[in-house]
């Protein structure tokens, strides 16, 4: 992709964005270091859905607030591919440099996401143990956390999926199953979400499959031509707590035509209508990450930002209520 076009593209989405952004979190104090977690400092802005005849919201879908995360330039808080819940407000992300992040959800009284606090990182490791230290093995894209506890990672360029064992006691990481699909360098596995006593994947170009230790199942097939950044393709995916799951696509046509959606996908791969759109002039951003849970009546939704480490684009964290 063309850098000036790109870059002109996200400063546009930028001061979109920012038009109603108001400061509502105060720099994080660390608490002690604990099980090999290192702090990390940051702040939150909160921010609106941006202009009107940006964001279209179905009918029984409210917006629940949200959030940009700022960090120092060299903060490892960047790069955010794929976010998960961890229970009691916590939260868990992976970086496509190879990083896991954590941290507590922050809400008011009427439930809407106002801050993102307790933040910490660890860097993930190879097989045997030592830190991964290079791009090209640590460009993490998914993250799952099975129905035995276990953390699973996604990787694109190497493509693989290694289990890194409870989030209580992480560890070197171990292989599994993942497609037997010819996945492109830098277009693989963006979509891990939990399935049963599995794991579904879904590819950025397409496909989706079902997968256990003993094998991966075509849910659905990838298509003949590979989706291109103007198609919708899936970039994160999570549970739904209510059956299914729930999907994040992007979008994106030159110069300046940057697109979120929020869907559900059923059993057979197929994907229901939108449910949250995201584009200018409203807030709008590469959004990658996903996760779901039920509260009450409704389910919340929490769609995460990778800002790629670019000083014109954000690492965002909204929140959507679905009934």
Known sequence: MNRRIYVAALAALTLAACASAVVTSRPWTPPIEIDGWTLA???SRAVSLGWPGGAVLARDVRYAGGVTLQADPGSPLHSLSDLKLTGDSGFIAVSDVGDLARGTLALDRRGRLIGLEALRVRRLSLTDGTPISQKAEGDAEGLAITSGGDLLVSFERDHR???YGPLTALRSPEAVRRPDFPFAENDGMEGLAASGD??????ESGGVWDCSAARCAVAAAPPATPLTDADYRITGMDRDPAGGWFVVQRSYRAPVDVRARVRRMAKDGTLGPVL?????????DNFEGIAAERRGDRTRLYILSDD???A???TMMLAFDVR
């Open 41 to 43: 400092e940051a702040s």
């Open 161 to 163: 999926i290694w289990n």
């Open 198 to 203: 599995g794991w579904r994947v879904a590819g």
């Open 276 to 284: 949250v759109e995201l584009k200018l002039p409203g807030t709008t």
């Open 308 to 310: 790629n480490f670019n």
């Open 312 to 314: 014109v684009q954000r």
